[in-house]
Every structure is written in C-alpha cells, then in structure tokens.
C-alpha cells in the first residue's frame, strides 16, 4: 500500500500537501499563507486575524440554508521533534511519511497528524461537492502546542457559528463532550 491509498482518498490527500508545509509553533507564517491562499483561490470567504489564525468559511449545500452554523477547529502548528542523529530543518524541510504495517509514519521524525489531520478533515469538507452540509466555518488556529497562544489571541467576533467542533482528539469514533477533549 502507498499513501495514495488511504481512505477517505480526500483526508489523506490534503494531508500529505500540509506535510510539505512547515509549522512548527509559533513559526506557522507558511501554513498561514497557505491556508489564506488554499481558501482565497476557491472563492470562499477567508480571513486571518492579527494573531495568524485562519477562518474559511463555506456557505450550505442547497436546502441546507436553514441549518444552524458549525464551526470546525483545527490547529496547524506541529510539535517538531526527530531523532537525534536525523539532520533535518523543520522551518524549511517537508516531513516524509511513509506506510508500515498499519500506520501511517514518518522517516525519523514527528508526523505532524497532531493536529494536521483536523485541518486535512476541514480542508477535505470544504473542497467536497458530494458531502450535504448546512454552513460551515473552519477554523485553524495557531501555536496550540506551545501555550495556546493562538486561541488566546482571537476575538470573540471571529468566529460566528454556533457550534463548535474541535478536531483535535485522539480516539477515532469517539466525542468528547468538554473544553479540552
Ligand atoms: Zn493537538
């Protein structure tokens, strides 16, 4: 099997182009401009505060347009680590990910699917044409990992949904019911 391979084909595809994008905390500047980028390219309503964290926002399927708003979250900074004789740059190196047996891994250093799979997942549903859908913002934020920086910089008015689901746990098929999952 390749990484072309895993399902749902939609995730992992934008995942693997987050994975040539480096993010570590507080140096997320390339993930900003290309989340600012990935949405502004597809008509859809992006924004970035003053902190650096992105809101995309994408309007209902037809019929849906009564439905409440659900605000996704992710965030897209990664926790940098690698072994110690690895040389690799994770300012400017992209991460490598390969297949062993059930897992999806990297060569010698963090994946990055903390939490760059929550913004493939947001990215996947605002790409799709084939997923019913009432309004949606997704949100990334910055520097999770290294304070919360990020949520702690936002303003109250950034976000307008009334839902929120964050996208940042580790159990599959699960939902935690809680402000920090
Ligand atoms: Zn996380």
């Given at each position: 099997?390749n990484?072309?391979?895993?399902k749902p084909?939609?995730?992992?595809?934008q995942?693997?182009k987050?994975?040539?994008i480096?993010?570590?905390?507080?140096?997320e500047?390339?993930?900003?401009?290309y989340?600012g980028?990935?949405?502004?390219?597809?008509?859809l309503?992006?924004?970035i505060?003053?902190?650096?964290n992105v809101?995309?926002r994408?309007?209902?399927?037809p019929?849906?347009e009564?439905?409440?708003?659900?605000?996704l979250?992710?965030h897209?900074d990664?926790v940098c680590?690698?072994?110690?004789?690895?040389?690799?740059?994770?300012?400017?190196d992209?991460?490598?990910t390969y297949?062993d047996?059930?897992w999806?891994?990297?060569?010698?250093t963090?994946l990055?699917?903390d939490?760059?799979?929550g913004?493939?997942?947001?990215?996947?549903l605002?790409?799709?044409?084939?997923i019913e859908h009432?309004?949606?913002?997704?949100?990334f934020t910055r520097?999770?990992?290294?304070?919360l920086?990020g949520a702690e910089?936002?303003?109250a008015d950034f976000m307008t949904?009334?839902?929120?689901?964050?996208?940042?746990s580790?159990?599959?098929g699960?939902i935690?019911?809680?402000?920090?999952?």
């Amino acid at each position: 099997m390749n990484t072309k391979e895993l399902k749902p084909a939609a995730v992992f595809e934008q995942f693997s182009k987050i994975n040539e994008i480096p993010r570590p905390s507080k140096h997320e500047e390339k993930m900003i401009e290309y989340l600012g980028n990935w949405g502004k390219s597809r008509g859809l309503d992006t924004q970035i505060d003053e902190t650096g964290n992105v809101i995309i926002r994408k309007p209902s399927t037809p019929g849906m347009e009564d439905r409440k708003t659900v605000i996704l979250q992710s965030h897209m900074d990664m926790v940098c680590d690698k072994l110690v004789d690895l040389e690799f740059d994770f300012d400017n190196d992209p991460i490598r990910t390969y297949i062993d047996g059930d897992w999806l891994t990297a060569e010698g250093t963090t994946l990055g699917a903390d939490d760059g799979i929550g913004c493939a997942i947001e990215l996947a549903l605002l790409d799709s044409n084939d997923i019913e859908h009432g309004p949606i913002e997704c949100v990334f934020t910055r520097d999770e990992e290294t304070g919360l920086t990020g949520a702690e910089g936002m303003k109250a008015d950034f976000m307008t949904g009334d839902y929120l689901i964050n996208l940042d746990s580790e159990d599959e098929g699960e939902i935690l019911a809680s402000c920090a999952g």
